[in-house]
């Protein structure tokens, strides 16, 4: 489902915040990426879908090219990887119906994305993908009415309305009290296990990795440091990936 070769991504000046990654993910995989702040798990997460502009090598997701892709062809591609992020980034004065649709706007018009005018089944499928994170009853809220966790939930629910076949998910509990976690990294469990979606989602946090993961690939410095199951996670790879 995802294909990395060579990934490698250079920042102004002259940082590198990943070397010459090589990464395979396979369709119905959940990828918890771990490692430190500062290690590369949110470069690459955002190098996947070209939010970050890879320096060298290639991504793939759903078969199709992402580096290189034009602006037409990135916008097709973009429908199919689903994105959730630390920070939400809800319009927070626009009820949660509308942050939903967002997820559709890959599919419709410009103008009428912008004057809101999104098809009938558009909107019955973000109240679905509302219902499926408990959220159903706050469709007409204001984002900036809910809490931290609700509104984190409101953003997996528009990733959900894009239909994604890929969804990476960057931190999304590292905003939210500890007691939260469980709540939405339990959404994110039954998205991957009753659709079949492939998730990527980075975290800092061990025991949450071991927890969730079918597969934890550790980084450490810009390097892929561990690559497999969470059984194989002993306190030597621990510290191969956090340091000593």
Request: charge should be positive; proline fraction near 5%; hydrophobic fraction near 45%.
């Amino acid at each position: 489902m995802i294909e990395v070769l060579g990934l490698r991504v250079v920042r102004p000046p002259a940082t590198v915040a990943l070397h010459q990654v090589d990464l395979a993910v396979r369709q119905g995989e959940f990828v918890v990426v771990l490692g430190r702040s500062g290690a590369g798990k949110t470069t690459f997460l955002r190098a996947l879908n070209r939010l970050v502009e890879p320096t060298a090598g290639s991504v793939r997701v759903a078969g199709r090219l992402v580096t290189g892709a034009g602006a037409v062809e990135l916008r097709e591609i973009r429908r199919q990887i689903g994105m959730v992020f630390q920070q939400f980034n809800l319009v927070k004065r626009a009820p949660v119906i509308e942050n939903v649709l967002a997820g559709r706007l890959g599919y419709v018009r410009p103008v009428a994305s912008v004057l809101g005018r999104f098809p009938a089944a558009d909107r019955e499928l973000a109240r679905a993908c509302l219902a499926q994170v408990g959220l159903a009853h706050l469709a007409d809220r204001r984002a900036d009415t809910l809490s931290g966790g609700e509104q984190q939930r409101v953003a997996i629910a528009r990733a959900l309305a894009q239909r994604p076949a890929v969804i990476l998910a960057d931190e999304p509990t590292a905003s939210l009290d500890p007691a939260l976690t469980s709540s939405i990294m339990d959404i994110l469990r039954t998205i991957n296990q009753e659709h079949g979606l492939t998730l990527v989602v980075s975290q800092h946090q061990l025991e949450t990795a071991l927890a969730y993961a079918s597969r934890i690939v550790g980084f450490r410095r810009g390097r892929v440091a561990f690559d497999g199951p969470p059984a194989s996670v002993t306190p030597s790879v621990v510290r191969e990936i956090y340091g000593e």
